[in-house]
């Protein structure tokens, strides 16, 4: 490896090292998988919330079986699959939503300026290493400097790479099966019973009015939603431009120029640079309480369509309403198709969570690892290894 310490091999290494330095200083990354994190935790909590709502009409239309035993024994029966699959999908999803979660606290720790500085402190000091003492100690530093980068790169990379693969070939499966989900509880909470057999007239129609507001409010608020969602990449964007002049302003100072600017300029693009991060800051902000208001639409909509389905209505008159409920269902092949559709698409979400939130994390770690050390011949178990045999001896 001395060849690589020499010559323009050195000027190219010392070139690499300082890149290297420099993105980790510029939070580029750091900021992509954080946003991905975001929102694959947001999406994940969302469909969570439809399975809970799935479950709520499988509830509703097994309650049958209680109510009207002759006439609707079968129908519990059959929807016992559906119950159990779903709270198997809603394990899933806390474990999804955990994993996110831990993914996203371990990419802020590595974002730290303590790992920050000690990869630039491993970086200079070997770069001073290649042109001093006649690079005696670069193998050495090189090792080092190559687990510093490893600490702080491997697993923003892993979300990283995640995130392509998930925004380009399963994000949109999973909305979709999500939303698909969804419908098919509401047609199983349709097929189950008339709401209006329930409750009485009056209070049937002030129920269905209070849905239709709400319906109407959640689609207002999901246009509001993708505003932010817009507001939150714009502010984004402005903010990498900033922070990308900022850094080509600053490529040719020293570091106590950079941290103690005194030109007009340089401090009015270190203002700018801020107010940008305390905007993209109060714009995310501003998406998840939005996300926040949408959840307690979804849970209010919960609660109206459980009414109309005749729960707390009194023994008698909701037996009544599921008798009645049962002769309509003479023709079952309309909540049959709502569960088999509801089977699908809950195995769809275990599968699609699972591949995103731990498969493929742990495929691309394996991918940079075995990249990492066929790139520099360095295994980190046998570098460490390897460094306390020698401090022993």
């Known amino acids: 490896m001395s060849e690589l310490f020499h010559g323009r091999n050195r000027q190219i290494l010392v070139v690499g090292i300082c890149l290297v330095i420099l ?47 002759v006439a609707s024994v079968q129908v519990g029966a059959a929807l016992d699959p559906v119950d159990t699959l779903i709270e198997e999908g809603s394990n899933v999803m806390r474990f999804a939503i955990g994993s996110l979660i831990t993914q996203k606290i371990i990419v802020e720790i590595v974002s730290t300026p303590f790992f920050k500085i000690a990869l630039t ?14 690079s005696r100690y670069a193998d050495v530093l ?39 989900l969804e419908k098919n509880a509401a047609e199983m909470s349709q097929a189950v019973g008339d709401p209006e057999s329930s409750l009485d007239a009056a209070e049937a129609e002030e129920v269905k009015g209070r849905i239709k507001q709400n319906d109407q409010k959640r689609e207002a608020l999901l246009a509001t939603i993708e505003e932010a969602r817009k507001a939150v990449a714009d502010a984004r964007s402005a903010l990498d431009k900033t922070e990308a002049d900022l850094a080509a302003l600053e490529a040719d100072k020293g570091i106590v120029e950079r941290y103690f600017p005194e030109s007009a300029e340089h401090k009015a693009l270190v203002e700018r640079v801020k107010a940008n991060r305390a905007a993209h800051g109060q714009a995310i ?107 022993r001896e």
């Open 285 to 391: 902000e501003r998406l998840d309480a939005l996300a926040t208001e949408l959840d307690s639409l979804d849970a209010e909509k919960a609660d109206l369509v459980a009414r109309l389905n005749g729960e707390d209505q009194g023994y008698w008159r909701a037996a009544m309403a599921k008798i009645g409920s049962v002769k309509k269902m003479t023709d079952i092949g309309a909540w049959q198709e709502s569960a088999e559709a509801m089977i699908d698409s809950i195995l769809r979400i275990m599968a699609l969570f699972v591949l995103k939130t731990v498969i493929m994390p742990v495929v691309f770690l394996l991918i940079l690892l075995k990249g990492f050390r066929y790139l520099w011949g360095i295994d980190a178990r046998t570098f460490v290894a390897n460094q306390w045999k020698d401090a």
């Open 121 to 134: 402190l491993a970086g200079l000091i070997l770069i001073l290493s290649l042109y001093f003492r006649g």
């Open 142 to 180: 090189l090792k080092i400097f190559s687990l510093a980068v490893l600490t702080r790169f491997l697993l923003v990379m892993t979300v990283f790479l995640n995130a392509v693969f998930d925004q380009a070939f399963i994000d949109r499966k999973t909305e979709g099966t999500r939303q698909e």
């Open 23 to 69: 993105v980790s200083w510029l939070n580029v990354l750091d900021r992509k998988t954080e946003g991905y994190v975001n929102d694959a935790t947001v999406q994940a909590l969302a469909t969570y919330g439809t399975l809970r709502l799935a479950n709520a009409a499988v509830s509703v239309a097994e309650s049958v079986e209680v109510d009207a035993q």
